[in-house]
Each structure stands twice: as C-alpha cells, then as structure tokens.
C-alpha cells in the first residue's frame, strides 16, 4: 500500500504520474491532507522509500482529455478528504481501457466529479461576491484587507480575479485555511488566520452601506432566496448585513410610496398593443412587453398558437420551464397530459388555438431547476389586454379556461374550478366558457386518474359545443 500527503493538485499530479507509470492500482494508494502519526499497524516501507522506489520507474506517456485535467485542478479545491482519491481513480480508468469514460455522465465517478466541480464553482463565485476589503493605513501607504470564509479551499482558485479586478491595490485576503497578498506585482499565498487578524469598519464602509441602501428594491424582497444566495454565515464580514434588518421592516413603507407614485400610470400591457391588430403584429409587439415586471427573468415571451379562425381556444396560467426556452405553450409535461387529453377527447391539437393568461415565465430559482411560481393578480392583471386582444380577434364558439389562474381572469374572481368545472357561462368574449383543471394539476395530485378523466369529459363537452353552434 502507497500513503502519500497531498495538498495540492501540482502534487497530486507529480504523484499520479508516477503511479500510472508504476502501474499503481487505484485501490493501493491512498491520498491523505496532512500526515498521520504512526500506528502499529502502519508499514514503515510505504512511505518515502516507496517514493523513491516510484520515481525510479521510467517514465511513459499518457493521454489524458484536457477536460479532465480542468474538472481535477477545481475539484482538487473540494474540502472532501477523499478527493485525490476519486481523481486517480478516474484518471486510472481513463489511462487504461475506458478513453471515453468523461462522456459517461451517469458513471458514479464522472457524476460524482462533477458534484464536486459544481460546488466548488458556486463557493468561488461567492466569494468574488462577498470579499469586502477594508482600508488599512501604514507608514508603507494604503493596504486593503478582507476576511472570507469559504466552504472548500478556494483561494488559489479565485485570488486571480481579484488581481484583474484590483491591480492597481495592495490588498490581502485572510481566511482559515490560507492568505493571499496582491502587491500589485504578484500573488503571494501564506498560512491561514482568524477572524480577529482582519480590520473594522472604515470610511469606506459608510460609503457602501449608503449606497447598498438605495439601490434596496423593497417591492422584490424574496428573502428565503437572499439567504440562499447570501448564507448567513457570510453576513459577519459584510457590512451591508448590519443594515438588512432595518431595510426588511421599512420596506412596507417603501413599497407604499412606491405604487403611490406610479398611481398615476399604471403599467400594463395595453401600452404596447400595435394600432393595427392581427395575431401575427400582436405576436410580434409583445416579444417587447414591460407591463409587468416578469419580463426581467423570463428568457421570452411565450404568445398563443393556433389557427385564426379556431372554433375553440383553450386559456392556461401561463408558460412552464420548457415553454419559457422553446417559446411556444404547452410543449412541456403539462402540454404532452393536455395532448394526451385531447385526443382522448376526439380534438387535434392543430384545431385548437392555445394560449395563457400570463405570457411570461414566474418562477423561484433553485440550484437544480426552476420551479414554478403562481402569477399574482397584478401580473394577471397587468397581462390581461394579450389574452382579450386574442379572443377579439378569434370569436371563439367556446372558450376553455385550464385552471383556477385563467378562471379568475376570464370568468371571475369568485369563480371556483373545484365547485364549477364543466359549467358553461357567458363571457364578454364568448357565449359558451367554461372552466376545467389545469393539466399541470393531473401531474402533482394524488388524484390524477380523477382530473385527468374530469378534464377529457370537459374537452368533450367543449368539442360538442362547438360542433352544434
């Protein structure tokens, strides 16, 4: 058995060449951070003497993919004790019968190795984000100074950023496992430090906090994702956290004044309707739509299709995730149970004209995906003159409103899905509306059979409608 310390990846690599040219299998040699005491079970002979005995061995050449060596030198980052581990393994298996195991993205190892590149990428973007550096006046000038403590050993990784971003400073980064000094000539790395070595507050500080406070948009406060995209553990070295909480309790009277001063115009989608109305300019005017505030992170507008002269226009709440990157409604697992529904129920998806009350994506940002978020009434609202224009120009024989969102635009607020599904009412835009479950409904309830037979009988009920009007 081989033990080597390793701490670094350039010697991760100088010890991995010269396993693979012993031909060393993964199983053993062992990586370790930092050295062990002895054991009476340890063998004196696998240390420095089973070094010397490797590099003895004649060097041979090995291909190793370019990706690879990037993922390593990041993940060599990862705090995990068993990292070099899992590299030599993976480069064990690359160098001898498996060239094309990185294109195997399900292999345990690969997408094990790309978990760990992940997380060390995110700790490296918060620390470009949450470094704040103080100002330090000594008899040598100016020195700046910050305190950071990351999640895995970044420092090396990230301190290059900070010396593009800040040449023309000396400044210091302190965390517990190393420092960085940039003397605007090089970087020069030494032991790591507490807390206690980094200064207070400054003159700059109050600049910042000043400045943090105006841009502090009260009316998009999401602050379960402030904490996830700003831990709080991180909090004791920004200064603008000791300001949050102040800034969290007057935020109602911020968002007061803020809609009493656009009392006056209210934004909606009505101000960038074209003069002259068909699907195609309506199409094309709302790709540019800013009545409401979803358009910041939606990638697009995702407008109605169909034929012009469709008998039957089916209304949902608006795009999902998939819909929101095609650019086209229900084209996502939602759209496959509603095509799923409607051949059962004897219509052609190509019959039918298909919108949704909002036209952009809502959703809450997660590490894996982006989850679906309920349009507020205002966005609704603020949405609605697409949805009307669309129906002025179509006449359908009957409309159809998929779920309580699309409902209580069209229909009403009072109108309940639960209660009054199926019933047909008249609407400003139709003689023949009714209201059925969302198709994304069928997918989260315990109940889906259900809904799912629910909503065939109401597309069948809409189809008979329309074929005796």
Known sequence: ???????????????????????????????????????????????????????????????????????????????DTDRFQLLYRLLWRLTTNEPRLMEVITDDDVHRLHQMEKAVRGDSHKMKAFVRFRKLVTPEGEQFVAWHRPDHRVVQLVSPF????????NWTILTPDESVSWDQKELRYGPGCS??????????????????GSIFNPARIKVKTMIREMPVRHWATLPEATIIDDLLNDAPRRVAEMIA????????????????????????????????????????????????DARIVLVGEQPGDQEDLAGRPFVGPAGHVLDDALQQAGMDRSEVYLTNAVKHFKFEPTEKRRLHKKPSARESSACRPWVDAE?????????????ATAAHSLIGPGFSVTRQRGQFVRTEWCEHTLATYHPSAILRSLQSESLRKWLIDDLKAAKHQADNS
């Open 1 to 79: 058995m081989y033990s080597f310390v390793v701490q670094s990846f350039a010697e991760w690599r100088s010890c991995s060449r010269a396993l693979l040219n012993a031909q060393v299998l993964p199983d053993q040699v062992i990586f370790r951070d930092s050295p062990v005491e002895a054991t009476l079970f340890d063998d004196e002979s696998s240390g420095e003497q089973s070094w010397s005995a490797l590099v003895r061995v004649p060097a041979r050449g090995h291909k190793v993919p370019q990706a690879f060596l990037d993922l390593a030198y990041a993940v060599s980052c990862h705090r």
């Open 162 to 169: 900070f010396s593009r971003r800040f040449p023309a400073m």
């Open 195 to 212: 807390r206690d070595h980094a200064p207070d507050g400054d003159e700059l500080e109050d600049l910042w906090l000043t400045y943090y």
């Open 261 to 308: 001063r656009q009392e006056g115009h209210a934004r909606s989608a009505r101000d960038y309707l074209p003069a002259h109305q068909t699907l195609k300019s309506l199409r094309e005017a709302a790709k540019t739509c800013r009545g409401c505030d979803l358009y910041c992170e939606a990638t697009q507008t995702v407008f109605g299709e169909g034929p012009a």
């Open 391 to 403: 129906l002025r120009l179509i006449k359908p024989k009957v409309l159809v409103c998929l779920g």
